[in-house]
C-alpha cells in the first residue's frame, strides 16, 4: 500500500462510545473517507461464499477478536479500492486523502501488523466515555439496529475485550504522543466540534 499523500488516522473507544457517528460527520464535514473494521467484517460475514463468514459470526457475538489477517485485508482492499480514480476522475478532492480507520486496532499485534505490512498511523483518536454510557446507548440502538452484539450478554463481553486487549493499544500510542482524547459523553455536535479542531491542530 503506497499513497504518501494518504494520512491514516486510528479511531477507538469503547463499544458504543460513538466512533461510527463522529466519523460519519467527519464525512460530511471534511471530505474524509471512513473505514470501519466492523461493518467490513459484518459485509464480508453475509458475502455468499465467503469462507471466513462463520467464524466472524461467532467472534462478533461473543465479543472476540477476529483473527487480525483477515480484518487487515479487508482494511487494506478497501483502502485501496478508495484510491482508485473515481467516475469524475477526482481522486484528491477536499479531505479525501485523509483515512479514518474505525474500530482498529484493536489489540497490539494488529497495531503493529498493520503499521508494518500495510502503513504508519498519523494519530490516533480516543472517544472516552463511562461503561455507563456506553452501554445505555448500545442497549438503545439495540431495539432497533438488529446488530447480534446489541444485546446485554454481548455487551459484557465486548467490554472485557476492549478493557483487557484494546486499552493497551491506546496505552502504546499516548506513549508516543500520538492520542488525541476527546470526551463522547457530550452531544454528537460538542464531540463533533472538537474533534475536528483537535485533529486540524495535530495536522498543521
Ligand atoms: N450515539 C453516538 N454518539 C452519541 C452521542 N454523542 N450522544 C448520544 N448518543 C450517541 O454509537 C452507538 C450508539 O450511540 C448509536 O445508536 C448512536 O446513535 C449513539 P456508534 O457511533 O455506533 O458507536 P461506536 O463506537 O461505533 O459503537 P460500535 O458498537 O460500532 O462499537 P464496537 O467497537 O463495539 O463495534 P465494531 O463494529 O467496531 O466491532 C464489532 C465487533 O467486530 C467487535 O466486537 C469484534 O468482535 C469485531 N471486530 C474485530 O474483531 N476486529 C476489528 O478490528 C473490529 C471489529
Ligand atoms: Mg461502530
Known sequence: FKAPETVVIFVLGGP???KGTQCGE??????????????????????????????????????????????????????VKALQPSESGEVWEKGKGTFLIDGFPRKMDQALKFEEDVCQSSMVIFFETTLEVMKKRLLKRGETSGRAD??????????????????????????????????SSRTVEEVHEETKTKIFEKLA
Open 16 to 18: 458504543g462510545a460513538g
Open 150 to 183: 446489541d444485546n446485554e450478554a454481548s455487551i459484557v463481553k465486548r467490554f472485557e475485550t476492549y478493557e483487557s486487549q484494546t486499552k493497551p493499544v491506546i496505552e502504546h500510542y499516548a506513549k508516543l504522543d500520538k492520542v488525541l482524547r476527546i470526551d
Open 26 to 79: 467527519l464525512v460530511k464535514d471534511c471530505g474524509f473517507r471512513h473505514f470501519s473494521a466492523g461493518d467490513l467484517l459484518r459485509e464480508e460475514q453475509d458475502r455468499e461464499g465467503s469462507t471466513y463468514g462463520e467464524i466472524i459470526k461467532t467472534c462478533i457475538v461473543e465479543g472476540k477478536i477476529v483473527p487480525m489477517e483477515i480484518t487487515i485485508k479487508l482494511l487494506e482492499n478497501a483502502m
